[in-house]
């Protein structure tokens, strides 16, 4: 029986749950540094190694793009990016004010071309050796940074009542009550729901916390929803009457008939007056109703059109965010 030891075991480990896999590294692509025009090419090559080094000691695994991309705008990084095959691109600025210098380090999304986060620091009387050490420390703290930066809220939503459309950034993300993760950042939020008011909210979400919001949608002063189709059935109920009126006016009444002798009956139907009025009236009912029921989903469209504005995925060191432009 020695062998029912290792077969239990074996069938533990085949029954256990399987780890869960982790994210995959964003591929980054490596900026030369922007550097004063006066530094020397051998001084360049310095900055740019202990740049690359300082990167990679924070945990980013870097590609180094060649040394005559240079960029200054979101849509140069987006094309550089694009052109490397790569999802972020790391960079950095040194500028110079006499002897002292400023130094940013910052990561580049590569499907918007912004800045996703960045480090700053500087030296003051300082020589290429101690900017060197600058450059490096700097660049060690991006990926925590960036970490930082793009960790997503939790954003929970819950109105009274239930069931109406949220809208965040001028996209429909879900009806609450909704949980729904969003990248950090300034979001406008609006809560829309038929026969009630829109409650709208702009909301700075910090990263990494939970937010959550409640919303009691008032009623709207407009009209009920059911009006406009009450009306065009009371309208088609009185046009059809009105109508059938019109039709049998001056008609014998058969069992009032009191023949003559050529066979015409004595008393006819006189209908025309209703007639004329209930045909009116159906006509004015239908009318004014396809009216407001024109008018209302008129309203229901500049009640969405009105939040509706840009939002789109960024990725992020641990997946896609939902981000707006502002």
């Known amino acids: 029986m020695?062998?029912?030891?290792?077969?239990?075991?074996?069938?533990?480990?085949?029954?256990?749950?399987?780890?869960?896999?982790?994210?995959?590294d964003p591929r980054v692509g490596a900026l030369a540094l922007r550097l004063p025009e006066d530094v020397s090419d051998l001084d360049r090559e310095?900055?740019?190694?202990?740049?690359?080094?300082?990167?990679?000691?924070?945990?980013?695994?870097?590609?180094?793009l060649p040394s005559t991309v240079q960029c200054d705008d979101p849509g140069c990084y987006q094309?550089?990016?694009?052109?490397?095959?790569?999802?972020?691109?790391?960079?950095?600025?040194?500028?110079?004010?006499?002897?002292?210098f400023a130094v940013h380090v910052y990561a580049v999304?590569?499907?918007?071309?912004?800045?996703?986060?960045?480090?700053?620091?500087?030296?003051?009387?300082?020589?290429?050796?101690?900017?060197?050490?600058?450059?490096?420390?700097?660049?060690?703290?991006?990926?925590?940074?960036?970490?930082?930066?793009?960790?997503?809220?939790?954003?929970?939503?819950?109105?009274?009542?239930a069931?109406?459309?949220?809208?965040?950034?001028?996209?429909?993300?879900?009806?609450?009550?909704?949980?729904?993760?969003?990248?950090?950042?300034?979001?406008?939020?609006n809560v829309v729901k038929r026969g009630r008011r829109t409650e709208h909210v702009e909301v700075s979400l910090r990263p990494g916390i939970n937010q959550s919001f409640s919303f009691r949608l008032a009623r709207s002063s407009r009209f009920p929803?059911?009006?406009?189709?009450?009306?065009?059935?009371?309208?088609?109920?009185?046009?059809g009457a009105g109508i059938g009126l019109l039709v049998v006016d001056e008609n014998p009444i058969q069992r009032d008939c009191n023949a003559d002798v050529d066979g015409r009956c004595q008393y006819l139907r006189d209908t025309i007056d209703g007639g004329v009025v209930l045909t009116v009236v159906g006509v004015a009912l239908v009318g004014t109703s396809v009216g407001l029921?024109?008018?209302?989903?008129?309203?229901?469209?500049l009640q969405r059109s009105g939040v509706q504005s840009r939002l789109r995925l960024v990725p992020g060191l641990r997946g896609a965010s939902l981000v707006g432009r502002f």
């Not at 094309?79 to 002292?100: I, R, S, Y």
């Open 79 to 100: 094309q550089a990016a694009k052109t490397a095959g790569v999802d972020l691109l790391v960079a950095g600025t040194v500028e110079q004010t006499g002897p002292d």
């Open 225 to 239: 929803r059911w009006v406009p189709w009450a009306g065009i059935g009371g309208g088609v109920v009185a046009l």
């Open 46 to 64: 310095g900055l740019n190694q202990r740049f690359a080094d300082g990167v990679t000691r924070s945990g980013l695994t870097t590609e180094p």
């Open 293 to 301: 029921l024109l008018t209302q989903r008129r309203q229901d469209r």
């Open 163 to 189: 069931e109406a459309e949220v809208w965040i950034d001028g996209v429909q993300v879900g009806t609450t009550p909704l949980q729904i993760r969003v990248a950090p950042g300034k979001h406008e939020v």
């Open 109 to 161: 999304s590569g499907e918007t071309g912004e800045v996703l986060a960045q480090v700053d620091g500087g030296c003051e009387i300082c020589g290429i050796g101690e900017l060197s050490d600058v450059v490096g420390s700097l660049a060690a703290r991006l990926r925590p940074t960036l970490d930082n930066a793009t960790q997503p809220t939790t954003l929970t939503i819950e109105s009274d009542p």
């Open 2 to 24: 020695a062998w029912v030891a290792p077969l239990g075991t074996a069938l533990a480990l085949s029954l256990a749950a399987p780890a869960p896999e982790a994210e995959p």
